[in-house]
């Protein structure tokens, strides 16, 4: 029988003697993905389950005023480490993304990155979400896509009791943006993003460093051809092809002002 994702799951991941450093990130996305479209300037965020709290410090790089929750204290002691490196001011709340302590409609922007696939009864949570949302703000949704090798390696793990998370699911394009308008949110933009280093890259560096082989996180053995792969997949990724073809997919979603 499969395991949940439980909060024991995430403070093992996060309690881990590991360096930040040495846990890829998302490469930025939510932060380069958002200022394409909105503009952060004294924007209220609100980051749900934001473990380290990096997108929402980055957020504050370009003028967000963010709030960060995670129901992992483990999480929480490196958020707060990593904002009072970057001298930002962040608001940490440890709390359940299933109730969340805040009135509603008192955020511009809510999103979570790398959450909802953990949650076998996403309802609650999207329904939180949406209602601190304010009318006529945004819910960012950043979920891994269906058609996609990671899937499948994933489910492999999954059933073999060996996924770090204990459990998790994926989304289509289409899945997700009929899911949101089931809680009245109005998809508006979508993107899709491919793992760089690749998938297969980071399970061989995480494996050999079980036996104490450390490979470089993103290694460039000849530029122009790593200069070349970059641009066929930035061109991919901002084709049609790219939110269905990805590993993750995130969607814009409008909170509709009240008539």
């Known amino acids: 029988m499969a395991r949940s994702s439980e909060r024991s799951h995430w403070d093992r991941f996060w309690e881990r003697e590991r360096d930040l450093s040495e846990i890829y990130d998302n490469d930025d996305r939510i ?3 958002v200022r394409k479209r909105l503009d952060l300037r004294d ?3 609100l980051e749900v389950g934001a473990a380290t709290a990096r997108d929402s410090v980055a957020l504050a790089e370009d003028g967000a005023l963010p709030v960060a929750l995670d129901y992992s204290h483990a999480a929480m002691k490196l958020a707060r480490e990593a904002t009072l490196e970057k001298d930002r001011r962040l ?3 440890c709390g359940d993304a299933n109730e969340l ?3 509603e409609d008192t955020f511009d922007l809510v999103f979570h990155q790398g959450v909802m696939e953990h949650f076998k009864d996403t309802d609650p949570m999207t329904d939180e979400c949406v209602r601190v949302t304010k009318q006529g703000g945004n819910l960012l949704v950043d979920v891994p896509q269906t ?3 990671y899937t499948v ?5 999954i059933a073999l009791n060996a996924w770090f998370a204990g459990w998790e699911t994926q989304y289509t394009e289409k899945h997700l943006s009929n899911y949101l308008r089931e809680h009245d949110m109005e998809p508006w933009s979508v993107y899709g993003r491919y793992f760089s280093p690749s998938l297969a890259y980071r399970m061989i560096r995480e494996i050999l ?3 104490g082989i450390r490979l470089a996180m993103r290694p460039v053995i000849i530029p122009p051809v790593h200069g070349l792969r970059r641009k066929i997949r930035e061109a991919v990724e901002q084709s049609w092809l790219g939110p269905k073809t990805a590993v993750v997919i995130g969607i814009f979603a409008r909170k509709p002002e009240k008539q």
């Open 147 to 149: 058609f996609h090798v």
């Open 31 to 33: 932060r380069v993905e």
């Open 153 to 157: 390696v994933k489910k492999v793990l």
């Open 209 to 211: 460093m079980k036996i």
């Open 101 to 103: 302590p805040f009135r």
């Open 91 to 93: 608001l940490l709340v």
């Open 43 to 45: 924007m209220i965020t």
